[in-house]
Structure formats: C-alpha cells, structure tokens
T-cell receptor, first 113, second 111 residues
C-alpha cells in the first residue's frame, strides 16, 4: 500500500487566496484526521471523520476553514481566504476504528505570504 | 492548562545512556496513551502505546503509566544518535477516536 497520500507537498500563496489541501487515506481505513503543526502550538487536531462523516470539528480555527470527505478515498481541507497565520504543516492521517496506530501522510507545508 | 503537556527540551544525553521523556495530561477520562517519534521534516510514527498502569517494554523502549498522577513517560535505553528526534506524547479519551498530542520533546543523543 502506498500509505496516506497528501498533495501538494508545498504550497506558497498570497494572503486572501483560497487554498485546497488534498488527502487520500489508506484503502480500507474508515477514520480520517486533519492536523496542523506549528512550532508554537504543536500538532493540533482540526477535524476527524468516521465513515466519511465529520465527527468532531471543534479544532477548526474559524469559518475560513472547511473540510469535506465526499467518499472513502478522498478528503479536502480548504482555507478561504488564507492568512499568514495559517502558515503551518498540515497532516492528514488515517486509521481503522479499533486500531491504535495512526498512519500519517507526508504533510503539506503551507506558506501564506 | 493544555490537555497534554511536555517539556519542549532539548534533552541532551550521551550515546549509551538512558533517555527519560515525560508527559502529563489533564483529562482523567483518558484511556489510551501513545508515544510517537518525529524526525525533522518527517511525519510522526508510532513507537508504543499503553493502557494500564505500570510498565510496558518493547526492545529498548519502555512506556510507563501512572493514572493516579496523570503521568506517562518513555524510557529509551542504550540511546543512539539515530534516536535524536522529537517525541510526541498523545492521549485518547474513552469512547472517542480523538487523539490529542503534546507539543513534543526534542531529544538529542550525542556520540
């Protein structure tokens, strides 16, 4: 299996632009998580899905952030409009419910200028 | 108070020594406890998990849990330079898939 696949690996954009991050979980996994990592705040859970349904989005910073999971093999995290403080590494992770291990993607390094 | 707290370090130990990494958590309902390792520029990877009070050993790694004190630790015996990384403590409460991470402790093992 190829593991969790995220795209793009790097994204540089200007303040005010829309940013879309993409994630393909491991086939057969039914839980998907979006995390954001910064030096100051560490690894923060933004939102997670079970069976494509959003379960907990309490970590989403504000209305500028939205996430979707239209099917079991694809999820997006959208920021509109983007701001410099959104600059971070965004990780997607997947697992099977009942399994302990989270499998992380390689992350998307987002820079908002 | 943060839900999961770790000293950011860096923790510097000589090669061959025991490295001790510590973590405290605030939610008494927490049921599962994890240690992830993250090399610079890479994604986190699971090292160990522990559910019950006491020690759990896996090779050079030992996880220790004390629920009464809300404390979990990771010991690395015979530390190697290749163990130099950031170690993330993570906690999951009962009946949820939500995994909350600490900010991590940076470990440096010098030859």
């Amino acid at each position: 299996d190829a593991g969790v696949i995220q795209s793009p690996r790097h994204e540089v954009t200007e303040m005010g632009q829309e940013v879309t991050l993409r994630c393909k979980p491991i086939s057969g996994h039914n839980s998907l998580f979006w995390y954001r990592q910064t030096m100051m705040r560490g690894l923060e859970l933004l939102i997670y899905f079970n069976n494509n349904v959003p379960i907990d989005d309490s970590g989403m910073p504000e209305d500028r952030f939205s996430a979707k999971m239209p099917n079991a093999s694809f999820s997006t995290l959208k920021i509109q409009p983007s701001e410099p403080r959104d600059s971070a590494v965004y990780f997607c992770a997947s697992s099977n419910r009942g399994q302990e291990k989270l499998f992380f993607g390689s992350g998307t390094q987002l820079s908002v200028l | 108070q943060k839900e999961v707290e770790q000293n950011s370090g860096p923790l510097s130990v000589p090669e061959g020594a025991i490295a001790s990494l510590n973590c405290t958590y605030s939610d008494r309902g927490s049921q599962s406890f994890f240690w992830y390792r993250q090399y610079s520029g890479k994604s986190p990877e699971l090292i160990m998990f522990i559910y019950s009070n006491g020690d759990k050993e896996d090779g050079r790694f030992t996880a220790q849990l004390n629920k009464a004190s809300q404390y979990v630790s990771l010991l690395i015996r015979d530390s190697q330079p290749s163990d130099s990384a950031t170690y993330l403590c993570a906690v999951r409460s009962y009946n949820t898939d939500k995994l909350i991470f600490g900010t991590g402790t940076r470990l440096q093992v010098f030859p």
